[in-house]
Antibody
Framework: QVQLQESGPGLVKPSQTLSLTCTVS??????????WTWIRQHPKGLEWIGYI??????YYNPSLKSRVTISIDTSKNQFSLKLRSVTAADTAVYYC??????????WGQGTRVMVSS | QTVVTQEPSLTVSPGGTVTLTCASS?????????PNWFQQKPGQAPRTLIY???NKHSWTPARFSGSLLGGKAALTLSGVQPEDEAEYYC??????????FGGGTKLTVL
């Protein structure tokens, strides 16, 4: 069974860059047909941030597009999220998930990130 | 702005049946929206129960089923168990646009 694990700082200062990495085990990130995705959850609810395909093609939420970069390292079986110029509104639990054409199957356990000085 | 709407809360008795729904502000939900349903318990990550309207994962209990009902996506729990008390979220895919989650339904088993 595929497992995903998020890692990264739990506290980021306002205006700085939030950086998270997702390590995938139990399967290859280079397998076609899957979209390696970041989702976040704050009190308002769940929000799809974006995804990357193993080839490197990406999709970003239009509301975050100007601040987001998702990258992939197939040699390490990892993909990463960078969110620039963060504010308190970016405080959330961040999940990495494996998605495909019509849904999501596996979720990471989530990592809580607080934006605060 | 497109909004996906779920019942904020529902209560069901153990052993009973309950249906949660997921509506789109754009109109009727069809299979082309590939409705997904997730269960989240306190302190845990969401877990996918249903994908593509009615398909179950290997870990999805048989008492959960997905369908389309009256222009909405629906999740039905039959023979509810105490451990089914959780928050349930739906997800709709809007073609080339941003996938959207519903606001969640808090299900109480009482």
């Amino acid at each position: 069974q595929v497992q995903l694990q998020e890692s990264g700082p739990g506290l980021v200062k306002p205006s700085q860059t939030l950086s998270l990495t997702c390590t995938v085990s139990g399967g290859s990130i280079s397998t076609g047909g899957y979209y390696w995705t970041w989702i976040r959850q704050h009190p308002k609810g769940l929000e799809w941030i974006g995804y990357i395909y193993y080839s490197g093609s990406t999709y970003y939420n239009p509301s975050l597009k100007s601040r987001v970069t998702i990258s992939i390292d197939t040699s390490k079986n990892q993909f990463s999220l960078k969110l620039r110029s963060v504010t308190a509104a970016d405080t959330a639990v961040y999940y990495c998930v494996r998605a495909y054409g019509s849904g999501i199957d596996f979720w990471g356990q989530g990592t809580r990130v607080m934006v605060s000085s | 702005q497109t909004v996906v709407t779920q019942e904020p809360s529902l209560t069901v008795s153990p052993g009973g049946t309950v249906t949660l729904t997921c509506a789109s502000s754009t109109g009727a939900v069809t299979s082309g929206y590939y409705p997904n349903w997730f269960q989240q318990k306190p302190g845990q990550a969401p877990r996918t129960l249903i994908y593509n309207t009615s398909n179950k994962h290997s870990w999805t209990p048989a008492r959960f089923s997905g369908s389309l009902l009256g222009g909405k996506a629906a999740l039905t729990l039959s023979g509810v168990q105490p451990e089914d008390e959780a928050e349930y979220y739906c997800l709709l895919y809007y073609g080339g646009a941003q996938p959207l989650f519903g606001g969640g339904t808090k299900l109480t088993v009482l």
